[in-house]
């Protein structure tokens, strides 16, 4: 049966920069890192985390054409992924210090708080703080 989840493609408009935000300002690691053909497979992660984010550059020499059109308007879109922090002001103020674009934490309904984070090319995550109990 299935056992863990292995990712999420998001598409970029340049993996060096990408990489470079993933790590230097999420502080997320270089999970794979390998070329192959015309194409770059690049997966980062949390410390912690056994799912990873492909980071994908739209390609024309690998994709069929209308595939390529639908990879570059996904760049600077919603991911549908969020991130998961213990301390959702102290994230915050470190990635709002390392200019990362960030919302202020807001409390929900559900008693947790979140924050949405954009990475350099404005694809956008959820930061989610849990409640305590």
Known sequence: MINT????????SNQKTAL??????????KRVDMEFGEMRWLEVTPKDSQSTISLMEP????????????????IGTP???WFYTNDIQATFRELKEKEVEISEPQKQDWGGEMSSIKDQDGNEYQLISAPKS
């Not at 470079?20 to 690691?29: Q, T």
């Not at 390609?59 to 996904?74: D, G, L, S, T």
């Open 5 to 12: 989840i292995g990712g999420k493609v998001v598409m970029v």
């Open 20 to 29: 470079d935000f993933y790590v230097n300002k999420l502080g997320f690691e």
């Open 59 to 74: 390609n024309p020499k690998v994709m069929p054409p209308q595939a390529f059109e639908m990879a570059k308007k996904a």
């Open 79 to 81: 991911t549908g992924v």
